[in-house]
Protein backbone atom coordinates (compact mmCIF):
# COMPACT_ATOMS: atom_id res chain seq x y z
CA UNK A 1 0.00 0.00 0.00
CA UNK A 2 2.58 2.57 0.96
CA UNK A 3 4.06 1.63 -2.24
CA UNK A 4 1.36 2.36 -4.26
CA UNK A 5 0.68 5.65 -2.15
CA UNK A 6 4.20 6.86 -3.51
CA UNK A 7 3.81 5.86 -7.05
CA UNK A 8 0.57 7.97 -6.76
CA UNK A 9 2.53 10.79 -5.53
CA UNK A 10 5.53 10.48 -8.04
CA UNK A 11 2.71 10.47 -11.06
CA UNK A 12 0.99 13.45 -9.19
CA UNK A 13 4.56 15.18 -9.56
CA UNK A 14 5.13 14.43 -12.82
CA UNK A 15 2.33 15.49 -14.29
CA UNK A 16 2.64 18.76 -12.05
CA UNK A 17 5.58 19.06 -13.53
CA UNK A 18 4.87 18.44 -17.49
CA UNK A 19 2.00 20.60 -16.64
CA UNK A 20 3.98 23.01 -15.25
CA UNK A 21 6.50 23.01 -18.84
CA UNK A 22 3.77 22.26 -21.31
CA UNK A 23 4.10 25.19 -23.92
CA UNK A 24 1.02 28.13 -23.64
CA UNK A 25 -1.22 27.76 -26.15
CA UNK A 26 -1.94 29.46 -29.48
CA UNK A 27 -4.77 31.72 -28.00
CA UNK A 28 -2.69 32.58 -24.64
CA UNK A 29 0.07 33.76 -26.93
CA UNK A 30 -1.98 35.76 -29.26
CA UNK A 31 -3.83 37.46 -26.04
CA UNK A 32 -0.44 38.47 -24.67
CA UNK A 33 0.79 39.98 -28.59
CA UNK A 34 -2.48 41.74 -28.33
CA UNK A 35 -2.24 43.17 -25.07
CA UNK A 36 1.78 44.27 -26.02
CA UNK A 37 1.52 47.59 -27.42
CA UNK A 38 4.87 47.40 -28.22
CA UNK A 39 3.98 44.58 -30.52
CA UNK A 40 1.31 47.02 -31.98
CA UNK A 41 3.72 49.76 -33.29
CA UNK A 42 5.64 47.35 -34.86
CA UNK A 43 2.94 45.70 -36.99
CA UNK A 44 1.77 49.94 -37.87
CA UNK A 45 5.48 50.62 -38.57
CA UNK A 46 5.61 47.29 -41.36
CA UNK A 47 2.43 48.43 -42.50
CA UNK A 48 3.19 51.72 -42.62
CA UNK A 49 6.42 51.31 -44.54
CA UNK A 50 5.15 49.00 -46.84
CA UNK A 51 1.74 49.95 -47.83
CA UNK A 52 3.35 53.15 -49.90
CA UNK A 53 5.76 50.54 -51.39
CA UNK A 54 3.41 48.49 -52.76
CA UNK A 55 0.90 51.19 -53.40
CA UNK A 56 2.84 52.89 -56.09
CA UNK A 57 5.11 50.36 -56.98
CA UNK A 58 2.24 47.92 -58.17
CA UNK A 59 -0.67 50.11 -58.42
CA UNK A 60 -0.44 53.74 -58.94
CA UNK A 61 3.41 54.04 -60.11
CA UNK A 62 2.84 53.50 -63.75
CA UNK A 63 -0.04 55.43 -64.15
CA UNK A 64 1.32 58.72 -62.38
CA UNK A 65 4.54 58.83 -64.18
CA UNK A 66 3.11 58.42 -67.49
CA UNK A 67 0.13 60.73 -67.12
CA UNK A 68 1.47 63.76 -64.78
CA UNK A 69 5.75 63.31 -65.51
CA UNK A 70 4.75 62.98 -69.27
CA UNK A 71 6.77 59.36 -69.26
CA UNK A 72 6.52 56.65 -72.04
CA UNK A 73 4.91 53.78 -70.12
CA UNK A 74 7.79 51.87 -70.84
CA UNK A 75 9.82 54.33 -68.94
CA UNK A 76 7.24 54.38 -66.13
CA UNK A 77 7.34 51.26 -65.80
CA UNK A 78 10.92 50.87 -65.93
CA UNK A 79 10.85 53.08 -62.87
CA UNK A 80 8.82 50.95 -60.85
CA UNK A 81 10.61 47.97 -61.67
CA UNK A 82 13.82 49.99 -60.19
CA UNK A 83 11.87 50.80 -56.97
CA UNK A 84 11.41 47.03 -56.30
CA UNK A 85 15.15 45.98 -57.58
CA UNK A 86 16.40 48.28 -55.12
CA UNK A 87 14.44 47.44 -52.57
CA UNK A 88 15.36 43.66 -53.06
CA UNK A 89 19.13 45.08 -52.51
CA UNK A 90 18.50 47.34 -49.81
CA UNK A 91 16.78 44.39 -47.41
CA UNK A 92 19.18 42.19 -47.98
CA UNK A 93 22.05 44.70 -47.64
CA UNK A 94 20.07 45.40 -44.35
CA UNK A 95 20.93 42.11 -43.04
CA UNK A 96 24.68 42.81 -42.85
CA UNK A 97 24.14 46.62 -41.17
CA UNK A 98 22.24 44.64 -38.57
CA UNK A 99 25.81 43.58 -36.92
CA UNK A 100 26.18 47.51 -36.35
CA UNK A 101 23.24 48.09 -34.86
CA UNK A 102 23.64 45.83 -31.54
CA UNK A 103 20.82 47.41 -29.47
CA UNK A 104 17.30 47.77 -29.65
CA UNK A 105 17.69 51.13 -29.49
CA UNK A 106 19.74 51.74 -32.29
CA UNK A 107 17.88 49.42 -34.49
CA UNK A 108 14.51 51.47 -33.76
CA UNK A 109 16.24 54.61 -34.50
CA UNK A 110 17.68 53.24 -37.75
CA UNK A 111 13.85 52.38 -38.52
CA UNK A 112 12.74 56.22 -37.93
CA UNK A 113 15.06 57.15 -39.85
CA UNK A 114 14.43 55.20 -43.09
CA UNK A 115 10.41 55.89 -42.68
CA UNK A 116 11.88 59.96 -42.98
CA UNK A 117 13.77 58.64 -46.11
CA UNK A 118 10.21 57.32 -47.61
CA UNK A 119 8.44 60.04 -46.22
CA UNK A 120 11.23 62.57 -47.95
CA UNK A 121 10.75 60.04 -51.39
CA UNK A 122 7.35 61.35 -51.95
CA UNK A 123 7.79 64.95 -51.50
CA UNK A 124 8.38 64.92 -56.02
CA UNK A 125 5.34 63.31 -56.41
CA UNK A 126 3.42 65.79 -53.94
CA UNK A 127 4.73 68.55 -55.88
CA UNK A 128 3.16 67.37 -59.38
CA UNK A 129 0.95 70.28 -59.64
CA UNK A 130 3.84 72.01 -59.70
CA UNK A 131 6.85 69.90 -61.59
CA UNK A 132 3.69 68.20 -63.83
CA UNK A 133 5.84 68.61 -67.61
CA UNK A 134 8.86 70.26 -66.57
CA UNK A 135 11.80 67.52 -68.29
CA UNK A 136 14.51 69.13 -66.49
CA UNK A 137 13.25 67.65 -63.28
CA UNK A 138 12.63 64.34 -64.07
CA UNK A 139 16.03 63.06 -62.25
CA UNK A 140 13.74 63.69 -59.24
CA UNK A 141 11.57 61.08 -60.18
CA UNK A 142 14.44 58.64 -60.59
CA UNK A 143 15.72 59.80 -56.90
CA UNK A 144 12.44 59.08 -55.35
CA UNK A 145 11.86 55.96 -56.94
CA UNK A 146 15.12 54.80 -55.94
CA UNK A 147 14.97 56.24 -52.15
CA UNK A 148 11.50 54.51 -52.11
CA UNK A 149 13.23 51.50 -52.52
CA UNK A 150 15.96 52.48 -50.21
CA UNK A 151 13.29 53.30 -47.36
CA UNK A 152 12.43 49.54 -47.36
CA UNK A 153 15.44 48.37 -45.95
CA UNK A 154 12.92 48.80 -42.92
CA UNK A 155 11.23 45.09 -43.21
CA UNK A 156 14.17 43.21 -42.73
CA UNK A 157 15.11 45.83 -39.71
CA UNK A 158 11.47 45.67 -38.32
CA UNK A 159 11.49 41.73 -38.09
CA UNK A 160 14.48 41.35 -36.80
CA UNK A 161 13.46 43.46 -33.79
CA UNK A 162 9.78 41.23 -33.89
CA UNK A 163 11.60 38.00 -33.82
CA UNK A 164 13.82 39.29 -30.89
CA UNK A 165 11.32 39.97 -28.63
CA UNK A 166 10.91 38.69 -25.36
CA UNK A 167 7.53 37.26 -26.39
CA UNK A 168 8.99 35.25 -29.56
CA UNK A 169 10.94 32.58 -27.23
CA UNK A 170 12.04 30.69 -30.42
CA UNK A 171 8.80 28.21 -29.97
CA UNK A 172 5.62 28.12 -31.77
CA UNK A 173 4.76 31.79 -29.86
CA UNK A 174 7.28 32.97 -33.13
CA UNK A 175 4.61 31.57 -35.53
CA UNK A 176 1.85 32.77 -33.92
CA UNK A 177 3.22 36.21 -32.92
CA UNK A 178 4.66 37.02 -36.79
CA UNK A 179 1.30 35.68 -38.33
CA UNK A 180 -0.53 38.17 -35.91
CA UNK A 181 2.07 40.75 -36.83
CA UNK A 182 2.00 39.93 -40.87
CA UNK A 183 -1.92 39.83 -40.29
CA UNK A 184 -2.02 43.31 -39.36
CA UNK A 185 0.47 44.21 -41.69
CA UNK A 186 -1.93 43.10 -44.43
CA UNK A 187 -5.34 45.13 -43.52
CA UNK A 188 -3.19 48.49 -42.80
CA UNK A 189 -1.90 47.50 -46.85
CA UNK A 190 -5.54 46.80 -47.98
CA UNK A 191 -6.71 50.04 -46.26
CA UNK A 192 -4.36 51.98 -47.84
CA UNK A 193 -4.75 50.44 -51.23
CA UNK A 194 -8.59 51.68 -50.79
CA UNK A 195 -8.26 54.90 -49.34
CA UNK A 196 -5.67 55.57 -52.29
CA UNK A 197 -7.72 54.83 -54.43
CA UNK A 198 -10.97 56.51 -53.22
CA UNK A 199 -9.06 59.82 -53.31
CA UNK A 200 -8.37 59.55 -57.01
CA UNK A 201 -11.68 58.29 -57.70
CA UNK A 202 -13.37 61.58 -55.73
CA UNK A 203 -10.68 64.06 -57.70
CA UNK A 204 -11.51 62.02 -60.97
CA UNK A 205 -12.69 64.41 -63.92
CA UNK A 206 -14.15 61.86 -66.27
CA UNK A 207 -11.02 62.07 -68.64
CA UNK A 208 -9.74 59.15 -70.31
CA UNK A 209 -6.71 58.03 -72.59
CA UNK A 210 -7.43 56.34 -76.36
CA UNK A 211 -6.78 52.91 -73.98
CA UNK A 212 -10.40 53.84 -72.06
CA UNK A 213 -8.50 54.26 -68.90
CA UNK A 214 -9.28 56.64 -66.65
CA UNK A 215 -6.86 59.85 -66.81
CA UNK A 216 -5.84 61.56 -63.60
CA UNK A 217 -4.84 64.97 -63.15
CA UNK A 218 -1.27 66.45 -61.03
CA UNK A 219 -3.92 67.86 -58.46
CA UNK A 220 -5.49 64.34 -57.99
CA UNK A 221 -2.11 62.10 -58.10
CA UNK A 222 -1.16 64.73 -55.66
CA UNK A 223 -3.57 64.10 -52.81
CA UNK A 224 -3.97 60.57 -53.49
CA UNK A 225 0.32 60.39 -52.62
CA UNK A 226 -0.88 62.43 -49.07
CA UNK A 227 -2.44 59.12 -48.00
CA UNK A 228 1.07 57.30 -48.45
CA UNK A 229 3.64 60.09 -46.95
CA UNK A 230 0.97 60.06 -44.35
CA UNK A 231 1.29 56.34 -44.01
CA UNK A 232 5.42 56.81 -43.98
CA UNK A 233 4.92 59.65 -41.03
CA UNK A 234 2.72 57.11 -39.09
CA UNK A 235 5.72 54.61 -39.35
CA UNK A 236 7.95 57.01 -38.14
CA UNK A 237 5.58 57.99 -35.35
CA UNK A 238 5.12 54.48 -34.40
CA UNK A 239 9.16 53.48 -34.17
CA UNK A 240 9.89 56.78 -32.36
CA UNK A 241 7.33 55.93 -29.91
CA UNK A 242 8.30 52.19 -29.01
CA UNK A 243 12.00 53.81 -28.49
Known amino acids: AAAAAADDGND ?11 PPS ?9 GTPRLWLYAMYLGGSDAPFETFAGLWGVAFLHQVYGWSKTTAAAATTVV ?11 GGVM ?38 VD ?3 WAACVALGLATASCTIVWSVISSDPLCDGSAST ?11 IAYDAAIQQC ?12 KDPDGEPVYGPQAFSWAFVVLASSFFLAALSSAAAA
Open 12 to 22: NDSATRSSASA
Open 26 to 34: SCDVLRRCL
Open 99 to 136: GYLRSLRSQLHALTALAVVGLASFAPFLLAPVVAGITT
Open 196 to 207: TGAVLAAMWAGG
Open 84 to 94: VITSTVSQLAA
Open 139 to 141: WLG
Open 175 to 185: GVISGAVNTLC
